[in-house]
């Protein structure tokens, strides 16, 4: 079978427009996590938006016409840098796409004098338009799979790469914080006023953010960028517990890390980077999770209190911040944490410090029961 490595990517985030500027803006301590009112919503709340002139700036810069939403615009713009570094174009039968998102164009439903057809609020059809643009020789996939999504979007392109279906995929990930985002996690009394701290005792809950980002998947060495990595196995798992509850002794999160490392027994990752929402269910169940696999040592950070949750992205953008904190042997701290908060013995990165790294284990967690994890290695 096929080795299948990640390559050139890109991150479009409140923090900046490239993985370089975001890799940066966390070095420096920075976050884009923000007090602000939203929408039609009378109360403030703790989000993480990208500046709307500043879209339309790169937009007008790359010749996107007006008849893109905005996440579409967001995510051509990405997409764009990704195949402009690599060389690779949709246009060719062996390139697939798959794009990653919660929630899409719902900010259609909200816009009723907007020039897009409401029809580009279905994930297919926003997929479809964004496909178009690059003239893509394949059906776009789009993969909606709560907040697992970006991660799984990453595995499944490794297996179909693997199965001999494609020889490139890009991936991409994308979600807008929206009036029915903030709403929904608003009703279940998720949301923090204040910046969010994963694993930390004083946890209140998610801020919500949003990002858009691309990575592209390869089985071509000649298309590899500098830090790229070998991409050694991925899983999903469903606990099966609760529509929005994770398991108490995270089963789930436990079985697809298990499955990950099924073949790779011998290895132990360098550095985690977790799902960690800063929710009081989800931090315990992935600490417990993470002490049952047998990973009490593993130095393990969340990167939420940078970015906020930005859904669909959120499996895309973390991995690829944590190729470049791989490539740079640095280990990026956990932003909001100062002090333990969960039963589970893990050790949460609390600075940022220099550390060899050779693998890292990157997991994600969903509404609906639904985890994810994918094991990484520097070549």
């Known amino acids: 079978m096929p080795e299948v490595f990640t390559s050139y990517h890109n991150i479009i985030s409140p923090l900046g427009f490239t993985t370089k500027d975001n890799y940066a803006a966390l070095l420096n301590n920075q976050s884009g996590i923000k007090n602000k009112s939203f929408g039609k919503l009378n109360d403030l709340f703790c989000l993480a938006t990208i500046e709307e002139e500043k879209i339309k700036e790169h937009a007008a810069k790359s010749g996107i016409p007006p008849n893109y939403t905005k ?65 893509a020789a394949n059906e776009p996939l789009v993969i909606s799979n709560a907040c697992i999504s970006g991660l799984l979007a990453i595995v499944i392109a490794q297996r179909m790469i693997t199965e001999g279906l494609y020889e490139n995929i890009i991936v991409c ?14 009703s279940f009394n ?31 060495k000649n298309l590899l960028s500098p830090g790229s ?7 999903s798992a469903n606990d099966a517990n609760h529509i929005s509850g994770p398991s108490r002794n ?25 799902h960690g929402t800063a ?68 050790s949460v990165i609390g600075d940022y410090k220099s550390s060899p790294i050779k693998t890292f284990l990157k997991t994600a967690s969903g509404f609906g029961g639904c985890n994810a994890a994918a094991l990484f290695s520097k070549l």
């Not at 990930?173 to 608003?186: A, P």
């Not at 999160?253 to 027994?265: G, M, R, V, Y």
């Open 229 to 235: 990595t070998h991409i050694l196995n991925g899983a």
């Open 190 to 220: 998720a949301l923090s006023n204040h910046p969010c701290k994963p694993f930390d005792a004083r946890r209140e809950g998610i801020n919500l953010g949003e990002a858009v980002s691309t990575l592209l998947i390869t089985k071509n």
């Open 173 to 186: 990930g994308g979600d807008l914080v929206t009036e029915f985002t903030v709403s929904g996690f608003k």
């Open 250 to 274: 995270g089963d789930g999160l436990l079985l697809a890390i298990e499955k990950t490392f099924s073949k790779h027994k011998h290895i132990i990752p360098d550095t985690i980077n977790a």
């Open 279 to 346: 929710t009081p269910y989800n931090d315990e169940m992935e600490s417990i999770a993470f002490e049952r696999a047998g990973l009490t040592h593993v130095p393990v950070n969340s990167l939420k209190g940078y970015y906020g949750h930005t859904l669909g992205a959120a499996g895309v953008l973390e991995t690829v911040i944590t190729l470049e904190a791989a490539q740079n042997n640095q280990l990026i701290k956990s932003a909001g944490f100062s002090e333990h908060g969960v039963s589970g013995k893990i």
């Open 71 to 135: 996440l579409e615009t967001l995510s051509i713009l990405s997409i764009h840098d990704v195949l402009n570094q690599s060389g690779v174009s949709l246009k060719d039968k062996n390139t697939l796409f798959i794009y990653s998102t919660t929630k899409g164009n719902i900010d259609l439903l909200e816009h009723h004098k907007s020039i897009v057809p409401k029809e580009r609020s279905y994930l297919s059809k926003m997929a479809e338009a964004i496909g178009h643009y690059f003239e």
